[in-house]
């Protein structure tokens, strides 16, 4: 490995340190099952997700720009019509870095009132912090009030759960490929409902199959108390996903996504 490559390297690995941090502030239950499916290093994280907005100061491709500037690349794109969103994702020429899932939320198609709170939200975001690594676990940079929150969670959780969390990790997912103590979906399943965590059940617990080359499945996403303008609310944060590859013709791993499945992943941050 060159100087060069190393120190970049390096860079994402302290990039994802830190939003990893971030994450598991408002997610304790990652770090519970991390130490419950790991048997050392054998975690390795297949992908983070990130949540925003189609407005052009905190685009998609903004978000990309920072990973993009760390060496990754574009690497396929998807459509999820019901849920009025655009995503796309991006790979590292390290495979041992993670891939970055992007989803943007397409505000035209929403009513007035949530444009206006969404325009409102993303006109207090200071310029001079998109471009730069810290963005990606910056949390908010606005306040919503209640009434605000419960608007956008009328036409969209995933709306309302940016207006709440901002800026971090939707969610972490653990290559099931690359644990020692575990080969199946099934039994990583199992022990994380052994361990008394919920998995999302929208679609069945294993979104996906071989057929697909990728099988997912996740955790509900734990609650935490976010401060609005006007009082807290326990509502809920962010999940942990698990993640089996299969093998291509060439005998590599599929690196992409599956759209059909991870529409219903989306819905692991649903209020009940």
Known sequence: MTNAISNQHQQVTDLFTNIWQNYIEVTPSA???????????????????YR???????????????LIDLGYKYAGEYDFSSKKLNAKHFEHSDTSLPKVFISELRVKEFSVEV???????VSAIDDDIIADSRFLYSGTHWQ??????QTLLAESEYAAWVAAWGYRANH?????????NFTDIEDVNAAVKAGGFLLN??????????????????T?????????????????????????????????LYSGFVAASADKIFESTNVS
């Open 31 to 49: 770090h519970k099952i991390h130490e419950l499916l790991s048997s050392g290093t054998d975690l390795i994280n297949d992908h983070v997700a």
């Open 52 to 66: 925003t907005f189609d407005t052009a100061k905190v685009n998609l491709d903004k978000l990309a720009a920072i």
């Open 115 to 121: 444009q206006a709170i969404i325009e409102k939200m």
């Open 144 to 149: 919503v009030s209640k009434a605000e929150y």
């Open 172 to 180: 972490f997912t653990v290559s099931i490929n690359h644990l020692a």
């Open 201 to 218: 059940t929208t679609g069945g617990e294993i979104k996906g199959d071989s057929t697909v080359k990728l099988e997912q499945s996740s």
């Open 220 to 252: 509900m996403a734990d609650k935490a108390l976010v401060k609005f303008s006007d009082g807290e609310v326990e509502i809920p944060s962010c999940f942990y996903e698990f993640a089996k590859r299969y093998p291509l013709e060439n005998g590599q």
